[in-house]
């Protein structure tokens, strides 16, 4: 696809303006169900493309921060969003044989800016759905081929069906299909952790709040939301070492092995390894988020390591931001509307994902000395400081 994206684009046929140009979203996701219910309150009619069969059981707790909340409230779904997710009441930090090293209240936070609230990712899909017409999806089906033409971007179909559109979307997720096809092979950021996530028994934890245990270049959190109890567990490690199903636990046990608190019970209780997930962590950024008439929202496009909890949000955040400059844009000036979003969005994603990085090589510490160092100063860190790590999280404009 090579055009210059700093003029209008050309068009044979019809101008489209607004709500008339013809839409593709790639992905089922949050950000392609956020973006897809947006568009649709505007009177676009979009049309939804997800490679998997059906939405089903897939992830675990996810964060949403009050930033992601607004657009939901947006959309008039935030009073499910409160029924099915649980709002954090506080933070606890202990080392990691078990012993509290600090305990933080959000109520600064909440006052301010409303609740942080984990839910089970299929259930925040599901209150998605309530946003999104079921007739403008197409499940079990994906993008082969997308061809930008004067008269659109032809696109072709796994199901052998084609299609002419004005614009597409790539909401496909940190390994995007939709990115690879206009930008080629473009690398992910290693950050030198890889980790396992699981359910245990929510009895194991009372706490309405995150309870995490920091160890030297070690790892492992528990995340509550409603009825249920998610841990995620990080090591360090060299890319590409993998995981085998076969030993998983074994893996899991042994990298654990010395931490204190629960954490025996919870790695006693592992029976099952196909119900654990293991990944890298990764994460992207990218000069240009959109060329010719395809953009990247997302995971796509600004994929977010999981320390600060933030990539939902942000891909809401973004997904509110694009459908805005779509309401004022038309066909031939798709460019415009696309700078006028990656301008409003980089500079808070790239905020977000370095304070991610620097949580993290701060947490996952190798060194004996600098973990006690680490240790010290979280147990002299205050509840107003957190306050303050979180106002500069959350007060920037979108």
């Known amino acids: 696809m090579s055009r210059n994206d700093n003029t209008p684009l050309r068009s044979s046929g019809r101008i489209h303006y607004g709500p008339d140009m013809r839409t593709l979203i790639v992905g089922g996701g949050i950000a392609g169900l956020t973006l897809c219910g947006l568009l649709q309150q505007r009177g676009f009619e979009p049309t939804l493309v997800e490679r998997a069969p059906k ?95 004067d008269n659109g971007v032809e696109t072709v179909f796994s199901d052998g069906s084609t299609g002419t559109y004005d614009l597409v979307i790539g909401c496909d997720g940190i390994r ?22 699981f ?3 929510p009895d194991i934890c009372s706490s309405e709040g995150i309870i995490e245990y920091w160890g030297k270049g070690k790892f492992l959190g528990m995340w509550p939301t409603r009825g249920r109890l998610a841990v995620f567990t990080s090591v360090r490690r060299k890319s590409g070492v993998g995981d085998s199903v076969d030993t998983r636990i074994e893996s899991i046990r042994q990298n654990f092995a010395e931490f204190g608190g629960v954490v025996p019970e919870i790695l006693s209780g592992l029976d099952d390894p196909r119900d654990i997930y293991y990944d890298e962590y ?38 509110a931001v694009l459908a805005e400059e ?16 990656q301008s409003r969005r980089k500079g808070r994603v790239n905020k977000v994902q370095n304070q991610s990085r620097i949580m993290g090589k701060f947490i996952y510490t190798e060194s004996g000395i600098l973990s006690s160092i680490r240790d010290y100063l979280v147990r002299a860190y205050s509840s107003r400081q957190l306050f303050r790590y979180w106002d500069n999280m959350l007060k920037d404009p979108l």
Not at 56 to 70: E, K, L, N
Not at 114 to 128: A, K, T, V, W
Not at 176 to 197: C, H, Q
Request: net charge positive; aromatic share 10%.
């Open 282 to 319: 990764n994460d992207l950024k990218m000069d240009r988020w959109s060329h010719g008439r395809v953009v990247l929202v997302g995971d796509s496009v600004h994929a977010i390591l999981p320390n600060a909890g933030a990539g939902v949000s942000m891909a809401m955040e973004s997904a």
């Open 176 to 197: 995007s299909k939709v990115r690879k096809d206009i930008f080629g092979d473009v690398p992910l950021r290693y950050s030198g952790m890889s980790g396992w996530g």
């Open 55 to 149: 939405f089903g059981d897939v992830g675990y707790v996810i964060v949403v921060w009050p930033s992601g909340s607004r657009i939901l409230k947006g959309l008039g779904l935030y009073e499910r969003l409160r029924e099915q997710g649980c709002a954090f009441t506080d933070y606890n930090i202990s080392n990691y044989k078990g012993k509290v090293i600090n305990s933080y209240t959000i109520d600064s936070v909440v006052e301010k800016y409303g609740p942080i609230i984990s839910i089970y990712r299929p259930d925040l899909i599901d209150i998605l759905m309530g946003a999104v017409r079921g007739d403008s999806i197409r499940m079990n089906t994906t993008v082969v081929s997308l061809a930008d033409t």
């Open 326 to 341: 779509l309401c004022r844009t038309d066909s031939v000036n798709l460019p415009h509307a696309f700078r006028q979003y």
């Open 199 to 201: 359910w245990v028994n």
